[in-house]
């Protein structure tokens, strides 16, 4: 019956796809009802680099060029003088034109490349490609944000039973205050991704996914007016397939429930393990409330250390602050293999976020060793 369900939905946004694809824009978003009517995300190329903006000194410096080397070879009487820098201004003069003419020229209009943000779903278009839905936003979905110590790049990863897309930002200075601070908004609510993963946005087809910022604070927006807590959760399965779902009221493994709206108690940890002649080490996040006890576990990356080990704490924004602590851990023996439930480590400072919002037991006795 879900594939069913699937199918239908997926027949009708094809429909509504060929019906409008003649509506296709290469603007960077067309401004829609926020719950109800579609709209259009233009994909942008990272790596392209803006033309540079003409300034009208240089719009207007080729015809005074040319008019100072003709006054000099009428007035000059050294031959140098009369030869050599009249030819120099000139060469420069028409140096300027040309570089002129060549940024007038129209550039190529690139396949049809973004996303379509329609009343049910999100999907993906290429080209003449038929569009592939990425989420479904009638269905339990989660927007969870990630960027870089420097907040530099800002990323979207949706999350729910259609798999995990990323969704990335062009953060760059934007002369529309609006746009600034939407884009520090959403900043001032993602997670830092201390290594750089979950950095990369990647479409179906394989290329990055990038979207400019007013288009991805809108993308953004309209999820959210779709689903008002898909900021604070995600939807994904552990390894053996069992549901792992942070909602805003609760934490869902396999068929452990924590109510994240009544008393519980956590703290992040590490430990390691051997294996052979070489050592795992693992983050984790303790949880216990009432019988339910389990350990969310997620390997650290090789070569892993202290986060801004020589920064000054005063200089930093409050966001990165509560992320670094957030990461604080004790070092303790390695939980009950029954108590661990693996996670990916995108997710791990997200889940304490809501953890730390959730009403606090009394302190837990510590395992930490010495």
Request: hydrophobic fraction near 45%; include cysteine; charge should be neutral.
């Amino acid at each position: 019956m879900a594939s069913e369900v699937k199918s239908a939905h997926k027949l009708r946004a094809e429909e509504r796809e060929r019906s409008a694809r003649a509506d296709l824009s290469t603007s960077v978003c067309i401004p829609v009802d926020p719950t109800r009517a579609r709209a259009w995300f233009d994909a942008i190329d990272p790596a392209a680099r803006r033309a540079p903006q003409r300034t009208p000194v240089e719009r207007w410096l080729a015809a005074p060029l040319f008019v100072v080397a003709l006054v000099l070879v009428a007035v000059a009487r050294s031959v140098l003088v009369r030869v050599l820098l009249p030819l120099a201004l000139a060469v420069a003069a028409v140096a300027i034109l040309a570089r002129q003419r060549g940024a007038q020229r129209p550039v190529p209009r690139r396949d049809v490349r973004g996303l379509w943000l329609e009343a049910d779903h999100v999907a993906f278009v290429v080209g003449d490609a038929a569009p592939q839905p990425l989420v479904y936003t009638d269905t339990p979905f989660g927007v969870t944000l990630v960027t870089n110590v420097t907040r530099t790049a800002l990323v979207a990863v949706l999350t729910s039973g259609a798999g995990t897309f990323s969704i990335g930002a062009s953060v760059e200075p934007s002369d529309d205050p609006t746009v600034t601070a939407a884009i520090h908004r959403l900043l001032d609510g993602a997670s830092i991704s201390a290594d750089g993963l979950g950095l990369e946005s990647i479409g179906p087809d394989g290329a990055p996914l990038v979207l400019a910022p007013d288009a991805f604070a809108s993308l953004v927006d309209g999820l959210s007016a779709r689903s008002p807590a898909c900021l604070h959760r995600f939807v994904l399965t552990d390894t053996r397939g069992a549901p792992l779902t942070l909602d805003d009221g609760a934490l869902e493994v396999g068929d452990r429930r924590i109510d994240l709206n009544a008393p519980l108690e956590w703290r992040s940890i590490t430990f390691h393990e051997a294996f052979g002649q070489s050592y795992a080490f693992y983050q984790g996040t303790w949880i216990r409330q009432g019988a339910a006890e389990l350990v969310l576990v997620s390997l650290l990356p090789a070569g892993s250390g202290p986060l801004l080990r020589d920064a000054d704490l005063g200089s930093l924004e409050r966001p990165i602050l509560r992320d670094l602590r957030l990461m604080q851990a004790t070092a303790e023996q390695p939980p009950p293999q029954e108590q661990r439930v693996a996670i990916e480590r995108l997710f791990m400072l997200p889940l304490r976020a809501a953890l730390d919002r959730a009403p606090r037991a009394s302190a837990p006795e510590t395992r930490a060793q010495a």
